[in-house]
């Protein structure tokens, strides 16, 4: 029986996404997959917004109205900074897009993770889960594939971790989440925000570490890429 794909579903960010915060600030880390039901709409999408210079948003959920919120919030920020003549903080931030989470639950399906670094209070990670609740936590894991990482990230993430080893622990948890859940994939993107600014970082999937029955690429495309030309006649 022919499996019949609807193009005119909405665009959902079945995803992985995670804010982790260490001694010096905080790394935020995605997958690139947005999904149309069964269809795989867009494999590299980038799911980390900028807020300001400073503060940045993992998305998940519906990608209209993740993206809705963060240009809404994007816009209060830039107004709020003029007027105060400083860098809104990372908690300003986060209580923006949990007011406008919270006064719209009725009509939103997005799930945000805030995370950010201000002169004040340092890093920090905020969740905004369905329904705008907001929570301060020391590390965020949201999306369809968060639920295969809740004991992974109890038993790794320590207090006081380097920067390296942040980000390693982000983009080994994505690999491991990508590996088990259908709606996460493609690409690892990271963001590292600290005093000094901030480090974007991409990572293709034949830099990602392979879990168990994972088959390794063969005959991809990064292996037609690699091959050498045919010898012309």
Known sequence: MDQ????????????????????????????SRTSTGVYVANRASDKITQLTDNVYVCRSGSAADSQIVSDYVRYFLHQHTIQLGQPATVKVAANLVRLLSYNNKNFLETGLIVGGWDKYEGGQIFGVPLGGTIVQQPFAIGGSGSS??????????????????????????????????????????????NSEGVTRNFYPGDQLPLWHEEMEPHNSLLDILGAPEPMSM
């Open 4 to 31: 019949k794909v609807d193009f005119s579903a909405p665009h959902s960010m079945g995803t992985t996404i995670i804010g982790v915060t260490y001694k010096d600030g905080v790394v935020l880390g995605a997958d």
């Open 148 to 193: 295969y990482l809740y004991g992974f990230f109890d038993q790794a993430w320590k207090e006081g971790m380097t920067k390296d080893e942040a980000e390693d622990l982000v983009k080994k948890a994505v690999s491991l989440a990508i590996a088990r859940d259908g709606a996460s994939g493609g690409v690892v993107r990271t963001v590292i925000i």
